[in-house]
């Protein structure tokens, strides 16, 4: 077995690798291997990317990696099996130890080392696995790649990388595999593939693709010496099946043909050039101009990886006089091997490190500078036949193939940013941030107008607890004011019954009278200053709410218009203290007048002699015990004669006074006996008697029967003509009973009803005196002074309607009106009945609703209209208020629904 000589060894020696080159036996030949023990950077992790086992770290700066070379032995043919059948093959593999023997002769044979050998029997899968595959990894990690076959003609280099594989998939060549892995391991969704298949026939660039575009250049980048060929057609591979027939129509344009040794020849190179393109995203390279929103998703910065795959079918380099080519084939074999030779040439001097290189002594040269000596990861398959009658060529071939393993080339994988990309990103973000903006702009909105409204409703809030209290505050200051006049008036009707009672009134009783009543009207200048007080922190509570913050121009003409309301309340309250002083003036004068009468006058007995009438009401008196029956009034008043009877209210003897009274009394009961009673006297007798303060007893009686005299008309003008009001009312302010109260206050009720004594009676003090009773508080009582008032206030509305009367209500001028409210929800049912008919009947009067408002009436009257048991009256509450434009302008302010 004959060695290889010392220079080659050297050479293989200095390749670098860890591979090629021959060794001498026994010497530390190191097995090559396809697979780089490198690992290339970014590695998507696919399950091609796995079965790389491919380094390419610090790809920026490139790594080195040496060409590698594998050889494939072709079967023998049709043709060399009946040829040579008596010769042995020209070569022996040894593909375990990854060696090549040539023979020389019978004894003596070179041996070759590659980085692989594949016998006849290899199969189409394992070449590709091996030879092709590490290179489409590297592809589809970013690194340029070339995979190429070289041999003589007919040895296989078409049959190796670009068998379809149509009818048998086993069959398939580099091509189709390549196509295959590279389909499955990209994105569509990011990811391209594209493909050129071109030609080079007799020194010019021709697309297979396209055959008319048959010249086309190539342009070499001058700073990075990137081969490229603009001019080719590029065509977008998303599936396998197009890309076969894409290969198909390329084929269907190769130019090819029928030598001697192939009946298939290809007469061009072919390059398929597969370009692919990847977005990597990297979180780590974003940039600054975002890094401030950090509430977005950071955008990654969008870099691709621009990769190509060239695959060269070789033309077969050939000896003319062997493939019978002449003519124009003769030229095309020029060509072929012009174009070979010079690539030869070019390995040669990358080999052997030479300063030159002749790259562009051919256009193949130009195309494959990238993968010789570029920055492509490159695989070469030499294909031989195993004939040894052309153990020549296929010398050649191996020695090729052996050189070219010396080539070191640089590995670089070419990154570069996706601008596109990247801004369609940050397109996106923007239309992001924008809807985010919006939506952050709505939210605010919304919260703007949720604190108006609430700002709104605490205003409103604030106005009606305002309103409320200002209300509170006057009716307040209203009752202390009646109040204090309530104080005045029982002073003043004390002072009357004092002054009638003492005949020797003296001067000391008055002066104590007059320093009462001027403590009093102290009391009311305090509750006066007080009521000042109250409306100047009114004032500054306005002027607070005046702030513009608070509320509107709306609201402070409101408050001016309360404020003014107040300050003419306040008014009013002045002017009526003033009327009560001069009330006083004249109540210190009259006691004076009257003090001065009595003391002229003196006092003396009026009535005497009636003891024989007396004897025969004490025989009456006596009968009715002793037969067990009362006699009829009548029979006695018939008996003894009426006349004798009045004269006997006037007995000095205290017993028939009081016997004489009650028959009186009994007989005014009657209808019938009234006018004969009045005419005879009785009526003057009867209100003499309710001067008896010594007995409270004849005065009850009395006052019972001028309540009976009192239901009749004509006698209720007697009554009033005969002072009978004053003499009432004194009566009314001094007695305690409850039962000659209520008759007093039943007499003055009758009284009441009637139109034309009006004035008189009020004039004369009887609205007063029926006030003053309410002091007694029971029941009975307050539903005669009840009656009595719902009486007047009826008169009074009958008058005010009829037109004969104007002015607001003596009722109200008297002061009643407190009581009245007070007393409108009594649970007294008659006490309640008669005072709701009496404020329907005020308030018929529209002079009369302010007062009513501001002494609380109008909530009354409301509630009347709503919830009186009796329906006329809840009507005419409800007429009345409706008919009434003060109230319903009060209403209205009030939101009150009537
Ligand atoms: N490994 C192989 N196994 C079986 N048949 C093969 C093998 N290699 C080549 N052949 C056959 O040999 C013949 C020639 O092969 P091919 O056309 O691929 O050679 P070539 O090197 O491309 O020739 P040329 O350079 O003239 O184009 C074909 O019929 C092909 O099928």
């Given at each position: 077995?004959?060695y290889?000589?010392?220079s080659m060894?050297?050479a293989?020696?200095?390749?670098g690798?860890?591979?090629?080159?021959v060794?001498?036996?026994?010497?530390n030949?190191?097995s090559?291997?396809f697979?780089?023990?490198?690992?290339p950077p970014h590695?998507?992790?696919s399950?091609?990317r796995r079965?790389?086992?491919?380094?390419?770290?610090?790809?920026a700066d490139?790594?080195?990696g040496?060409?590698?070379?594998?050889?494939?032995?072709?079967?023998?043919n049709?043709?060399?099996?009946?040829?040579?059948?008596?010769?042995?093959?020209?070569?022996?593999l040894q593909?375990e130890?990854?060696?090549?023997?040539?023979r020389?002769?019978n004894w003596?044979a070179d041996?070759?080392e590659?980085?692989?050998?594949?016998?006849?029997?290899?199969?189409?899968?394992r070449?590709?696995?091996?030879?092709a595959?590490p290179?489409?990894?590297s592809?589809?990690d970013?690194y340029n790649?070339?995979?190429?076959?070289?041999?003589q003609t007919?040895?296989?280099k078409?049959?190796?990388?670009?068998?379809?594989?149509?009818?048998?998939?086993?069959?398939?060549?580099?091509?189709?595999r390549?196509?295959?892995?590279?389909?499955v391991?990209?994105?569509?969704?990011t990811?391209?593939?594209?493909?050129?298949y071109?030609q080079?026939?007799?020194?010019?660039i021709?697309?297979?693709?396209?055959p008319a575009?048959?010249?086309i250049?190539i342009?070499?980048?001058?700073?990075t010496?990137?081969?490229?060929l603009p001019?080719?057609?590029l065509?977008e591979?998303?599936?396998?099946?197009?890309f076969?027939e894409?290969?198909?129509?390329?084929?269907?344009h190769?130019i090819?043909?029928n030598?001697?040794?192939n009946?298939?020849?290809?007469r061009?190179?072919a390059?398929?050039m597969?370009?692919?393109k990847r977005s990597?995203?990297?979180?780590?390279?974003?940039s600054?101009?975002v890094?401030?929103?950090?509430?977005?998703?950071k955008?990654s910065?969008p870099?691709?990886?621009?990769?190509?795959?060239?695959?060269v079918?070789?033309?077969?380099?050939?000896?003319?006089?062997?493939?019978?080519?002449?003519?124009?084939m003769l030229?095309e074999?020029?060509?072929i091997?012009?174009?070979?030779?010079?690539?030869g040439?070019?390995?040669?001097a990358?080999?052997?490190?030479?300063s030159?290189?002749?790259?562009?002594?051919s256009?193949?040269?130009?195309?494959l500078?990238?993968?010789?000596?570029g920055s492509?990861r490159?695989s070469?398959?030499?294909?031989?036949?195993?004939?040894?009658?052309?153990?020549?060529?296929?010398?050649?071939?191996?020695?090729f193939?052996?050189?070219?393993?010396k080539?070191?080339?640089?590995?670089?994988?070419?990154?570069?940013?996706?601008y596109?990309s990247l801004?369609?990103?940050?397109?996106?973000?923007?239309?992001?941030?924008i809807?985010?903006?919006?939506?952050?702009?709505?939210e605010?909105?919304?919260?703007?107008?949720?604190i108006?409204?609430e700002?709104q409703?605490?205003i409103?809030?604030?106005?009606?607890n305002?309103?409320?209290?200002?209300?509170?505050?006057?009716?307040k200051y209203?009752?202390?004011?009646?109040?204090?006049?309530k104080?005045?008036e029982?002073?003043?009707?004390?002072?009357?019954?004092?002054q009638g009672?003492?005949?020797?009134?003296?001067?000391?009783?008055?002066?104590?009278?007059?320093?009462?009543?001027k403590?009093?009207?102290?009391?009311?200048?305090?509750?006066?200053?007080?009521?000042e007080?109250?409306?100047?922190?009114?004032?500054?509570?306005?002027?607070?709410f005046m702030?513009?913050?608070v509320?509107g121009?709306?609201?402070?003409?409101k408050?001016?218009?309360?404020?003014?309301?107040?300050?003419?309340?306040?008014?009013?309250l002045?002017?009526?203290?003033?009327?009560?002083q001069?009330?006083?003036?004249?109540?210190t004068?009259?006691?004076d007048?009257?003090r001065?009468?009595?003391?002229?006058?003196?006092s003396g007995n009026a009535?005497?002699g009636l003891d024989?009438l007396?004897?025969?009401v004490?025989?009456?008196q006596?009968?009715?015990s002793?037969?067990?029956?009362?006699?009829?009034?009548n029979?006695l008043?018939e008996q003894?004669?009426?006349?004798?009877?009045?004269?006997?209210?006037?007995?000095?003897?205290?017993?028939?006074?009081?016997?004489a009274?009650?028959?009186?009394?009994?007989?005014?009961?009657e209808?019938?006996?009234?006018?004969r009673i009045?005419?005879?006297?009785?009526?003057t007798s009867?209100?003499?008697?309710?001067r008896?303060?010594e007995?409270?007893?004849v005065?009850?009686?009395a006052a019972g029967?001028?309540?009976?005299?009192?239901?009749?008309?004509?006698?209720?003008e007697?009554?009033?003509?005969q002072?009978g009001?004053?003499?009432?009312s004194?009566t009314?302010?001094?007695?305690?009973?409850?039962?000659?109260?209520r008759m007093v206050?039943?007499a003055i009720?009758n009284?009441c009803g009637?139109?034309?004594?009006?004035?008189?009676?009020r004039?004369?003090?009887?609205?007063?005196?029926l006030?003053?009773?309410?002091?007694?508080?029971h029941a009975d009582v307050l539903?005669q002074v009840?009656?009595g008032?719902a009486?007047f206030a009826?008169?009074?509305?009958?008058?005010a309607t009829?037109?004969t009367?104007?002015?607001r209500s003596?009722?109200?001028?008297?002061?009643?009106?407190p009581?009245?409210?007070?007393?409108a929800?009594?649970e007294?049912?008659?006490?309640?009945r008669?005072i709701?008919?009496?404020l329907?009947?005020?308030?018929q009067?529209e002079?009369?609703?302010k007062?009513?408002i501001?002494?609380?009436?109008l909530?009354e009257?409301?509630?009347i209209?709503r919830?009186c048991?009796?329906e006329?009256?809840?009507s005419?509450?409800r007429r009345?208020l409706?008919s009434?434009p003060?109230?319903?302008?009060?209403?209205?302010r009030l939101r009150?629904?009537?």
């Amino acid at each position: 077995m004959a060695y290889r000589n010392g220079s080659m060894k050297a050479a293989a020696a200095a390749g670098g690798g860890g591979g090629g080159g021959v060794r001498p036996p026994g010497s530390n030949i190191k097995s090559s291997s396809f697979k780089s023990r490198l690992h290339p950077p970014h590695s998507s992790g696919s399950a091609l990317r796995r079965s790389s086992t491919g380094n390419f770290a610090a790809a920026a700066d490139g790594v080195p990696g040496r060409v590698r070379v594998a050889v494939r032995l072709r079967p023998r043919n049709e043709e060399e099996l009946h040829a040579d059948a008596d010769f042995a093959d020209c070569v022996e593999l040894q593909a375990e130890l990854k060696r090549l023997k040539l023979r020389k002769n019978n004894w003596e044979a070179d041996t070759y080392e590659f980085d692989e050998v594949f016998t006849e029997f290899a199969s189409q899968k394992r070449v590709y696995e091996v030879v092709a595959k590490p290179v489409v990894e590297s592809v589809l990690d970013g690194y340029n790649g070339t995979v190429m076959a070289y041999g003589q003609t007919g040895t296989g280099k078409t049959f190796t990388l670009g068998k379809l594989g149509d009818d048998d998939t086993s069959a398939r060549g580099i091509m189709v595999r390549a196509m295959e892995d590279i389909l499955v391991d990209i994105s569509p969704e990011t990811d391209s593939v594209s493909v050129s298949y071109l030609q080079l026939y007799m020194e010019a660039i021709q697309d297979l693709l396209d055959p008319a575009n048959d010249n086309i250049s190539i342009v070499e980048d001058p700073k990075t010496g990137d081969v490229s060929l603009p001019g080719a057609t590029l065509v977008e591979i998303r599936d396998q099946q197009s890309f076969v027939e894409l290969l198909r129509i390329g084929e269907a344009h190769r130019i090819a043909a029928n030598t001697k040794l192939n009946t298939e020849s290809s007469r061009s190179h072919a390059l398929l050039m597969v370009h692919i393109k990847r977005s990597v995203g990297r979180d780590d390279a974003v940039s600054s101009e975002v890094d401030d929103s950090s509430h977005l998703v950071k955008p990654s910065k969008p870099i691709v990886r621009r990769s190509k795959l060239v695959l060269v079918d070789l033309a077969g380099s050939e000896r003319v006089h062997k493939s019978g080519s002449e003519g124009h084939m003769l030229e095309e074999a020029k060509y072929i091997n012009l174009s070979l030779s010079a690539l030869g040439k070019c390995i040669n001097a990358l080999a052997e490190n030479s300063s030159h290189v002749p790259v562009r002594d051919s256009k193949l040269t130009r195309l494959l500078k990238d993968s010789f000596g570029g920055s492509a990861r490159t695989s070469l398959i030499v294909t031989i036949g195993p004939s040894p009658r052309h153990r020549g060529e296929t010398t050649s071939t191996i020695l090729f193939g052996q050189r070219a393993m010396k080539v070191e080339n640089m590995l670089k994988i070419k990154e570069e940013f996706d601008y596109k990309s990247l801004s369609r990103k940050l397109e996106m973000q923007v239309d992001k941030l924008i809807a985010e903006n919006e939506r952050q702009q709505k939210e605010f909105d919304d919260e703007v107008e949720k604190i108006n409204l609430e700002a709104q409703d605490r205003i409103a809030e604030m106005e009606k607890n305002f309103a409320e209290a200002l209300e509170k505050e006057t009716l307040k200051y209203q009752m202390e004011y009646m109040e204090s006049v309530k104080q005045l008036e029982e002073k003043m009707v004390a002072n009357q019954r004092k002054q009638g009672r003492d005949s020797l009134c003296n001067g000391e009783g008055i002066a104590e009278d007059v320093h009462d009543v001027k403590r009093l009207l102290e009391n009311e200048i305090q509750l006066r200053k007080a009521a000042e007080e109250e409306v100047n922190k009114l004032k500054s509570q306005l002027e607070q709410f005046m702030k513009p913050e608070v509320g509107g121009d709306a609201e402070i003409l409101k408050l001016h218009k309360l404020l003014e309301e107040e300050a003419s309340k306040k008014n009013e309250l002045e002017e009526q203290i003033k009327s009560l002083q001069s009330q006083l003036l004249q109540m210190t004068f009259e006691a004076d007048q009257t003090r001065r009468c009595l003391e002229r006058s003196g006092s003396g007995n009026a009535f005497g002699g009636l003891d024989s009438l007396m004897s025969q009401v004490r025989h009456s008196q006596y009968k009715d015990s002793g037969y067990g029956q009362i006699a009829p009034i009548n029979t006695l008043c018939e008996q003894v004669g009426l006349q004798k009877i009045l004269s006997l209210l006037e007995s000095e003897d205290p017993s028939v006074r009081i016997h004489a009274v009650k028959v009186v009394a009994n007989l005014a009961a009657e209808e019938a006996n009234q006018q004969r009673i009045v005419e005879s006297g009785g009526l003057t007798s009867l209100l003499m008697l309710l001067r008896s303060f010594e007995d409270e007893t004849v005065r009850r009686v009395a006052a019972g029967a001028i309540a009976n005299l009192a239901m009749n008309e004509a006698n209720q003008e007697l009554i009033m003509a005969q002072r009978g009001i004053s003499l009432l009312s004194m009566t009314a302010a001094d007695a305690e009973d409850p039962q000659t109260l209520r008759m007093v206050a039943g007499a003055i009720a009758n009284l009441c009803g009637n139109d034309k004594l009006q004035m008189r009676l009020r004039s004369e003090g009887g609205i007063k005196a029926l006030l003053g009773m309410v002091r007694c508080g029971h029941a009975d009582v307050l539903s005669q002074v009840a009656r009595g008032i719902a009486n007047f206030a009826k008169c009074e509305s009958r008058a005010a309607t009829q037109g004969t009367r104007t002015g607001r209500s003596l009722l109200v001028e008297d002061g009643a009106l407190p009581w009245i409210v007070q007393n409108a929800n009594n649970e007294a049912a008659p006490i309640r009945r008669h005072i709701e008919l009496a404020l329907c009947h005020l308030a018929q009067h529209e002079a009369n609703a302010k007062d009513m408002i501001g002494g609380g009436a109008l909530w009354e009257l409301v509630r009347i209209s709503r919830d009186c048991s009796r329906e006329d009256i809840r009507s005419l509450a409800r007429r009345t208020l409706n008919s009434s434009p003060t109230f319903r302008a009060e209403m209205r302010r009030l939101r009150i629904e009537c």
